[in-house]
């Protein structure tokens, strides 16, 4: 008997040492939360897409400003290429786990239209933003598809890949402009509610108008980069510009997907 206390004791040590030390932690439960769902993936994989990107062309300045000044022997830094491939990788993998994206657009569109919203015109503005996105996915992976990332698994003629590749990004610019449109709407029409409503609604309409914010910053300073793509060669010659406002929109997006999962910690 004593033989077998002892043998639990010993696998207590050496098996259950760690969890037993971890204690528990609402904010990591919070994170297991977020992170299992595919919107939550998604915005962390974009943060750490375009903090790698806006983070590499530094580190090749500090690079080049060490070899100016004799500490390095070539004006280059490995970890900037390396960022870059890390970056690439995440784009593509961000790309391929979008694709069952199209579902939830098509069960969308019937949902609203069986349970429509009051106002006529946010409803119009929604069908018009799935559509838009109807349109947007079958382009989208044709170009990603028939791209060296892609594999490319399609072949097809330069000038149809080109086609695809900017008509995907200019009705993925559609959404974005109907969406701020909508979300701006909803954002009055909070406004006007909360006025006379009572503390615990008003407390959920501040919330509400919270999550909106971040939602609005997210899309708006999206809208810069989808201008850049949406025309061929671009408009900005400088990559910061598009990095630094993707990085923007990423964090928007990471923060306010965080606050709105169920049991947020502040």
């Given at each position: 008997m004593n033989l077998k206390n002892n043998t639990l004791a010993i696998d207590d040590i050496?098996?259950?040492?760690?969890?037993?030390?971890?204690?528990?932690?609402?904010?990591?439960?919070?994170?297991?939360?977020?992170l299992g769902t595919w919107s939550g993936t998604d915005k962390l994989l974009?943060?750490?897409?375009?903090?790698?990107?806006?983070?590499?062309?530094?580190?090749?300045y500090r690079a080049q400003l060490q070899y100016k000044a004799g500490k390095r022997d070539r004006p280059i830094s490995l970890t900037t290429d390396g960022l870059y491939k890390f970056a690439g990788s995440v784009s593509a993998a961000r790309r391929i786990m979008g694709f069952p994206g199209i579902l939830g657009i098509i069960k969308s569109?019937?949902?609203?239209?069986?349970?429509?919203?009051?106002?006529r015109l946010v409803l119009n503005l929604r069908?018009?933003?799935?559509?838009?996105?109807?349109?947007?996915?079958?382009?989208?992976?044709?170009?990603?598809?028939?791209?060296?990332?892609?594999g490319p698994i399609l072949r097809i003629s330069p000038s149809a890949a080109l086609f695809a590749q900017l008509w995907s990004v200019r009705s993925w610019g559609?959404?974005?402009?109907?969406?701020?449109?909508?979300?701006w709407y909803e954002c009055m029409d909070l406004v006007q509610k909360e006025q006379g409503?009572?503390?615990?609604?008003?407390?959920a309409i501040k919330q509400r108008k919270r999550a909106i914010m971040y939602?609005?910053?997210?899309?708006?300073?999206?809208?810069?980069?989808?201008?850049?793509?949406s025309v061929i060669g671009g408009i900005y010659t400088n990559e910061l510009w598009t990095s630094g406002l993707s990085l923007l929109?990423?964090?928007?997006?990471?923060?306010?997907?965080?606050?709105?999962?169920?049991?947020s910690t502040k």
């Amino acid at each position: 008997m004593n033989l077998k206390n002892n043998t639990l004791a010993i696998d207590d040590i050496l098996l259950g040492s760690i969890g037993a030390n971890i204690p528990p932690s609402e904010t990591r439960d919070h994170a297991v939360r977020f992170l299992g769902t595919w919107s939550g993936t998604d915005k962390l994989l974009m943060t750490s897409q375009y903090a790698c990107k806006l983070l590499a062309p530094f580190l090749l300045y500090r690079a080049q400003l060490q070899y100016k000044a004799g500490k390095r022997d070539r004006p280059i830094s490995l970890t900037t290429d390396g960022l870059y491939k890390f970056a690439g990788s995440v784009s593509a993998a961000r790309r391929i786990m979008g694709f069952p994206g199209i579902l939830g657009i098509i069960k969308s569109l019937s949902a609203m239209e069986r349970s429509p919203p009051a106002s006529r015109l946010v409803l119009n503005l929604r069908r018009l933003q799935n559509l838009s996105m109807i349109v947007f996915y079958p382009l989208e992976y044709v170009s990603f598809f028939s791209a060296p990332a892609g594999g490319p698994i399609l072949r097809i003629s330069p000038s149809a890949a080109l086609f695809a590749q900017l008509w995907s990004v200019r009705s993925w610019g559609v959404y974005v402009v109907l969406r701020i449109v909508d979300l701006w709407y909803e954002c009055m029409d909070l406004v006007q509610k909360e006025q006379g409503a009572t503390e615990d609604a008003q407390k959920a309409i501040k919330q509400r108008k919270r999550a909106i914010m971040y939602q609005l910053v997210a899309n708006i300073s999206r809208l810069p980069v989808i201008m850049h793509w949406s025309v061929i060669g671009g408009i900005y010659t400088n990559e910061l510009w598009t990095s630094g406002l993707s990085l923007l929109s990423a964090l928007s997006a990471f923060r306010g997907g965080w606050e709105s999962v169920a049991g947020s910690t502040k």
